[in-house]
Every structure is written in structure tokens, then in C-alpha cells.
């Protein structure tokens, strides 16, 4: 079993062109799966039963896993199977009619405007390193990417003319515009500060560290709570709630959904839509008639 899920990973990287992050997941799903079949004597995938399958799904809930673990797992059992009977490698499907449990889907956190304006304001305008970390900040909040899309921005991706970035991922490319908060931020950190970092390396990455390498997912996050700290936001954050507040404050103001949908990347209007849901939640709690 562990061959053929080499082989499904694979055909995710070079077919499907699914990200690192997916590939991973899928993998520590399917082995942890294969794992527990090997305990039930069951080794080959041609052997796997519904009933395993199942049984597998019992186990996981009984061990405490979230329902949207569960669900995950669910759903790698099923895209590995059907790669296998497409593939030829078996005549029938076990996970076809596997059923996830039902996942709520959680309104996510989001900051103040207030509070957004206070974090913003937390970067120093003296140094090299304050500059990148305003322009980090301000480009994050103005466009929605997600952490790992902006630190694998690179020079060339921001246009400064008409101002938008290009960000690109395995499957596709979004272009995104920004405001001029941001523009002037991007334009005060280039022309001041990223030299002073990179030195005289060779670098093309938009947002190098203070040693002028590519900056990591930790390293970020490590600046971000400073700043959340700094600005005495009492709220726990992550790097994704500069995201969720960049959505939820452009549906709060009459954003189109697929428009906002688009600029996130979502595949699925569904996962915008809780934005929306919130907002109606936030108009029935405050409007005197809601």
C-alpha cells in the first residue's frame, strides 16, 4: 500500500499540480490510514473493504478527532480510491459511499477596523526592518493573500504603475489590486529600505529577512505578534485574521461576493459566503429593527 500511495501523491504534484501543503496532507492522511489496515492484517489495497474503511472512520472519532479532521481524512480516502480505480489498480471503490461528519463551519475572527488601524500603525518609519514590516502588513491586509503568498512575492510581481501584485500558486495566477496606503508603503520600503537588507546579495524576493534570505512562515508570524502586542490588541490572532478582516470588512461594504471570492482564490462561493453570514449576523445584533 505504501507504493501505490507514493504513486497518488505523485500524480497530485505532476498532474493534478496540487500544492506542497495538500500533497503533504494527503499523505500523512493516507499513511496514518494505512497504518491502522496493517494492524487489521489488511495490506493490500485490493483487500480494503468498505467495512474497513468504516471502521477506520470509528476509530478516528473515538480517539477525539475533530469532525473536520474526520472529515479531511474522509475525503483523502475517497480521492486515493477513486486515483486507484482509474488507475486500474482496483475493480471497486470502497470509500464511494463513506459519509463525513457534518462540519459547522466556524465564522472565523476578525479585527476592528480600530484595531486594524492600530496594528498598522505599530512598524517603526527609521529603520530598514520597520519599513519591510509596515509594507509586509499594509499589502496584507489590502489584498487578502494568505502568509505564504506573500512571502514568495517576488519584485517583479508588484506593479507599481497600476497598481496590483500578481500572485501565483501551482494551478493558477489572481491579479489583486492594492490601495494607496499600501502603495505608499511599498513605495517608502523600496526606495528606502529592502537594498539596506538584501546588501549584496542577489535576491528577488520582495520581502527578504533581515539577513536577506527568504523570509519564513515563523518569521513572520514571530513579527506579527510583536506588533499584536505592541498595539495592545487583546484578541488572539494568527496571520490568517489579517485575511479573514481583509474579506469580512469589503463584504461589510457592499463587496460582490464573487468578486471578493476571486481575490481570495476560493474555489468554492461557499467558503466566501460565511463572510456574508456574518455581516448578517452582525446587522441583526445592532440595527434597532434587525
Not at 467495512?51 to 475517497?78: H, P, W
Not at 520581502?207 to 523570509?215: I, K, L, R, T, V
Not at 468554492?268 to 453570514?277: E, H, L, Q, R
Amino acid at each position: 500500500m505504501e507504493q501505490e500511495i507514493k504513486s497518488f501523491v505523485s500524480y497530485l504534484h505532476n498532474v493534478k499540480k496540487t500544492s506542497k501543503n495538500t500533497e503533504l496532507s494527503y499523505q500523512r492522511d493516507l499513511v496514518k490510514m494505512m497504518h491502522f489496515l496493517e494492524e487489521q492484517k489488511v495490506e493490500c489495497v485490493k483487500d480494503v473493504t468498505e467495512t474497513n474503511l468504516n471502521s477506520y472512520i470509528l476509530d478516528l472519532e473515538k480517539k477525539g478527532m475533530a469532525a473536520s479532521t474526520v472529515s479531511r481524512n474522509v475525503a483523502s480516502m475517497k480521492a486515493f480510491y477513486l486515483y486507484l480505480l482509474k488507475s486500474g489498480e482496483v475493480e471497486t471503490d470502497p470509500a464511494e459511499h463513506l459519509k463525513a461528519p457534518k462540519v459547522e463551519k466556524k465564522i472565523p475572527d476578525i479585527l476592528s477596523v480600530a484595531d486594524i488601524n492600530k496594528l498598522l500603525e505599530q512598524p517603526g518609519d527609521r529603520t530598514s526592518k520597520g519599513l519591510r514590516d509596515r509594507a509586509m502588513l499594509e499589502l496584507l491586509y489590502a489584498t487578502g493573500i494568505r502568509v505564504t503568498e506573500l512571502i514568495s512575492l517576488k519584485v517583479g510581481d508588484i506593479n507599481r504603475k497600476m497598481d496590483y501584485i500578481v500572485c501565483r500558486d501551482r494551478n493558477r495566477e489572481r491579479v489583486i489590486p492594492f490601495g494607496a496606503k499600501a502603495k505608499e508603503a511599498l513605495d517608502n520600503y523600496l526606495g528606502n529600505a529592502r537594498q539596506e537588507l538584501i546588501g549584496n546579495k542577489e535576491c528577488e524576493m520582495l520581502f527578504p529577512n533581515c539577513s536577506g534570505e527568504s523570509m519564513s512562515r515563523q518569521g513572520f508570524w514571530k513579527l506579527l505578534k510583536q506588533y499584536v502586542k505592541q498595539a495592545g490588541i487583546q484578541m488572539e490572532i494568527t496571520p490568517h485574521t489579517l485575511r479573514h478582516s481583509f474579506a469580512a470588512h469589503l463584504v461589510d461594504n457592499g463587496a460582490d461576493l464573487h468578486v471578493v471570492q476571486e481575490m481570495l482564490g476560493h474555489s468554492d462561493i461557499s467558503t466566501t459566503m460565511m463572510y456574508a453570514v456574518r455581516t448578517r449576523e452582525v446587522y441583526a445584533k445592532a440595527h434597532p429593527r434587525g
